[in-house]
């Protein structure tokens, strides 16, 4: 805070005790500053967890920074490309021409053919209107062999509606499209880590001849794109969430919220509802007979 020496500071609205706070908005709305340190993950970590995919990012350089250091810090640059937005993009009206050919460039320079192409745009693409429709589908019909999927790097969002990184949880699964469903396959979706092994889900689906399938335990496209096969989503992220409702709308596969949490009559209280597999094929035996089966 700058303020002029020996000048009072009024604390009112903009300093709060713990015990007087309230969720999720402990302070005044105003002017805010966001610091530039980040957590271990973005939304360049997550979207790098699709294998055999490419970034692009259209934005002004500023905003640039820090996602091609992210990729750099994975060691990823070779799946990461920027195309920068130029003031005359902005005053002339070229954004979709930018977007069109400074994407076709990238890919046509490439070393290697992504089968899959995460497009992310700016805050400025949304203040410009620009015709999002138009870009994608003349880029889908001048590269027919990559998918694309439109992700977005857009912070003002952040208090209207959904999150950048809900946003992108939806979009991970975005490429995916409607195939005859594997009663034997089950996802794990939303999380950027692979769950334990000794998770008890873990030993409950596998002692039952279920398939497990994640985001983190896909090696190529081809696997990522049978997660379409799964015949039921779980997922245990709050972030998730949005992700699995989309995907129950688009494809059709229902999802269990198995929240995780410290709180010992919260976890005492979820369970894994034995209904949702119960008359699937190797679903049998004493369990069968219970309600519902702890993994928490």
Not at 20 to 29: A, W
Request: glycine share 6%; hydrophobic share 40%; aromatic share 10%.
């Amino acid at each position: 805070m700058l303020r002029r020496v020996g000048q009072e500071v009024n604390e009112k609205g903009v300093k709060t005790r713990f015990g007087e706070s309230s969720f999720p908005m402990p302070f005044q709305e105003g002017l805010e500053y966001s610091s530039p340190a980040r957590g271990n993950w973005n939304i360049v970590h997550t979207g790098m967890l699709i294998p055999q995919s490419h970034q692009i990012f259209v934005c002004a350089q500023g905003c640039l920074r820090g996602v091609v250091l992210t990729a750099a810090e994975m060691n990823a640059l070779d799946r990461y490309s920027a195309v920068a937005i130029r003031e005359e993009n902005v005053l002339d009206g070229t954004m979709e021409e930018l977007m069109i050919e400074g994407v076709a460039d990238v890919l046509k320079k490439l070393k290697y053919r992504p089968r899959a192409v995460l497009l992310f745009i700016s805050c400025q693409h949304f203040f410009l209107a620009y015709d999002q429709e138009l870009v994608f589908q003349t880029l889908r019909e001048r590269f027919p062999d990559i998918r694309f999927a439109d992700c977005y790097m857009i912070p003002t969002l952040r208090k209207s509606g959904l999150t950048p990184d809900q946003k992108m949880r939806i979009q991970l699964y975005s490429m995916l499209e409607p195939m005859a469903p594997d009663p034997k396959k089950v996802n794990l979706i939303g999380s950027n880590h692979a769950i334990k092994k000794t998770s008890e889900i873990i030993s409950l689906l596998s002692s039952h001849g279920y398939e497990i399938q994640s985001l983190n335990s896909c090696q190529t496209f081809d696997d990522y794109l049978h997660m379409a096969e799964g015949c039921l989503n779980l997922l245990y992220e709050p972030l998730a969430l949005a992700a699995g409702k989309d995907l129950e709308k688009r494809l059709g596969q229902k999802f269990l919220y198995l929240p995780f949490s410290r709180v010992f009559l919260f976890c005492a209280s979820q369970h894994f509802p034995g209904h949702a597999l119960r008359g699937k094929p190797g679903f049998k035996g004493a369990h069968e007979s219970s309600e519902s089966f702890h993994v928490l």
